[in-house]
């Protein structure tokens, strides 16, 4: 299932159109050009505060003010961020009956602001608060303001609801994932290597379980060369943008064979 022509954008266009039932799994590679840098490398989060001593349940529970001075630039870059071509060509592809569900790593909520209706959060958002003492649970707007901690109506400092390491992926989330995994006809795999567990088990489920996994990353991941049958070499917002002109042709929704 190589890509064998001279575009293999639209050889996997039609690979989309003819098995149907796609499935897209996202990551912070998606929502760069939103202006959100990706957590790793050098411009990332991780470069400038340790995620062993700001990303951790244990930090949090241990000193969690200091974990807000991280999560308070979270919050504010995510917020301020809007969707863009890539997000938005998703919600198009949903729309037109080509993509069923994203499942996508991002805390973020550009898939839902650009659109896109069935959206399978793995690792929760920030949009919305919760005590780690009694569970309630605030839209962050609601709680917190730039320069302050949230608290809850008991006293506790509150978490945004995201997996922070050390935490589990919420059950039914990870169940959701699995079983859009197992009965895809398509995974495509955006702006992530998927190298995180339990991440990682969505594209080896999707390909044991007979799906065509296509990967549209700048450059190759260690997916590429394991369970990649087309890597679509590019920024996402081009090669989807490209897809979806390729969908509106009324030669690619009903193909020939
Ligand atoms: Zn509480």
């Not at 198009?92 to 790593?105: D, K, N, S």
């Not at 398509?186 to 996994?213: F, M, N, W």
């Amino acid at each position: 299932m190589r890509a064998g022509g001279s575009d293999p954008i639209r050889e996997a266009a039609r690979i989309l159109a003819e098995r149907g039932n796609v499935v897209v799994l996202t990551g912070a590679g998606i929502s760069v050009e939103s202006g959100i840098p990706s957590f790793r490398g050098s411009q990332g989060m991780w470069a400038k505060y340790d995620p062993m001593e700001y990303a951790t349940l244990h930090a949090f529970m241990q000193s969690p003010r200091k974990v807000w001075e991280m999560l308070a630039e979270m919050v504010s870059v995510c917020g301020g961020a809007k969707p863009n071509a890539a997000h938005r060509g998703l919600a198009a592809l949903e729309e037109m009956g080509v993509a069923r569900a994203v499942i996508t790593q991002n805390v973020d909520g550009l898939h839902q602001a650009a659109g896109s209706r069935r959206v399978i959060e793995y690792h929760g958002n920030l949009d919305e608060l919760i005590c780690v003492s009694c569970w309630k649970r605030y839209p962050t707007r609601d709680r917190w303001t730039p320069g302050s901690v949230p608290l809850c109506d008991c006293g506790e400092i509150l978490k945004p609801n995201v997996v922070l390491f050390g935490e589990p992926i919420p059950w039914l989330a990870q169940e959701q994932a699995e079983e859009e995994a197992r009965t895809c006809g398509v995974l495509l795999v955006i702006g992530t290597s998927a190298q995180v567990s339990p991440a990682c088990d969505i594209p080896r489920i999707a390909k044991e379980s007979g799906a065509a996994v296509v990967e549209i990353n700048p450059e190759p991941t260690p997916l590429t060369a394991s369970v990649t049958d087309i890597h679509l070499r590019g920024t996402a917002s081009g090669v989807i943008g490209a897809m979806v002109r390729m969908f509106h042709d009324p030669d690619m929704r009903s193909p020939k064979g």
